[in-house]
């Protein structure tokens, strides 16, 4: 690992954990020199949390084996300020950074606030739902057709017929996930009465793990035996285990985690996302930002299916899953998006 340029002290001096991988020189050189973009990325957790987090990254870092950027990493954790996450974005514009890009539905307020001093820098942070003002982008979370499709296997799978669904908060992209998990569902259950859905929004990230466990527990209490989880997954995950019931996974394939509870897992490709981004800062296209929508269709998302479930899925269910999963491709169905505005 390099040894990064100023910005990187700064930050360190703050206490905020840095990881590189890059390969410019000490003096912190930009883009324009090189001609590789100057990326950053600020986690809102661990690198190695098998989820959000290490999926941005490790889209990233596909980016820089291609040779297309120069990576940095600013490790944060969800409970950052306003005021930390701001100093580290100016830290990094300062540092020559071409884009930067701050990976929590949190930093989009302390962004607004540094974007207009450096009108030469993309910016871009997870809001989901066109937030883009500026050389401020916004990028989309299509986890609700990843999520339609976990839910043909949960309805498959259901004894209860009662699924559920934990987030952070009540924001678009998490209802919609939640809803089209139960529209998928509908496809496949063949039990008494209908499927019922009841989702739990916890009131914050990561850092509410203990809230996560004890809304898990009364969703099985109420008699939920399938789960679908954004943004408090670990927790969702664990309490899953625990209470042996089902659970879809989210951002990465968290199989590993619940190996015997993980039926399938929603996968967030963000190199495609990020490589829009990047070829937008190579062309100088950076204001107005743009809404960074990459689809099912183009690749953004996909799903993985736990192979310990092979035996216990249906194949009616796993064929119904295929056909809405090439459907979905080739535009043929468009899943119904419930987040609301």
């Known amino acids: 690992m390099k ?8 930050i360190a001096a703050a206490g905020v954990a840095v990881s590189g991988c890059s390969s410019s020189s000490e003096s912190g050189a930009s883009s324009s020199s090189d001609g590789v973009v100057k990326a950053a990325i600020i986690t809102s957790g661990p690198v190695n949390d098998l989820g959000w987090n290490q999926g941005m990254v490790e889209g990233a870092e596909k980016l820089e084996a291609e040779g297309l950027i120069d ?9 950052a300020t306003s005021e930390q996450i701001a100093q580290i974005v100016t830290d990094l514009a300062e540092d020559g950074h071409d884009l930067v890009v701050g990976h929590s539905f949190n930093y989009g307020e302390p962004i607004k606030g540094v974007i207009a001093d450096y009108p030469d820098v993309l910016f871009a942070y997870a ?3 066109g937030d883009i003002t500026a050389n401020l982008a916004d990028y989309s979370q299509p986890f609700y057709e990843g999520s339609f499709l976990s839910g043909i296997l949960a309805g498959d799978l259901t004894k209860s017929g009662i699924l559920a669904g934990t987030a952070g908060f009540e924001i678009p992209v998490r209802k919609a996930q939640i809803e089209s998990f139960a529209d998928g569902a509908r496809l496949s259950y063949k039990g008494p009465g209908e499927i019922q859905l009841r989702p739990s929004y916890i009131g914050g990230w990561s850092d509410a793990a203990a809230q996560t466990l004890e809304a898990v527990n009364a969703l099985v209490d109420q008699g939920a035996d399938q789960f679908t989880t954004c943004g408090v997954d670990a927790a969702t995950i664990e309490g899953a285990k625990q209470r042996g019931v089902g659970v879809a996974g989210y951002a990465m394939d968290q199989t590993p985690l619940a190996p015997e509870n993980v039926v399938s897992s929603i996968v967030w490709n963000l190199d495609e996302v990020l490589r829009a981004m990047v070829a937008d800062v190579e062309s100088g296209n950076i204001d107005p930002a743009k809404y960074y929508d ?3 269709a ?6 993985a299916v736990n192979p310990a479930f092979a035996d216990k899925i249906s194949p009616e ?11 979905i491709k080739s535009g043929e169905f468009e899943v119904e998006y419930k987040g609301g505005a």
């Open 317 to 327: 269910a796993m064929a119904l899953f295929e056909e809405y999963r090439e459907k």
């Open 127 to 129: 809001g989901g739902f």
């Open 298 to 303: 183009e690749g953004g998302v996909d799903v």
């Open 294 to 296: 990459v689809d099912f």
């Open 3 to 10: 040894k990064l340029g100023t910005a990187v002290a700064v």
């Open 71 to 79: 990576l940095t990493v600013v490790q944060q954790d969800s409970g």
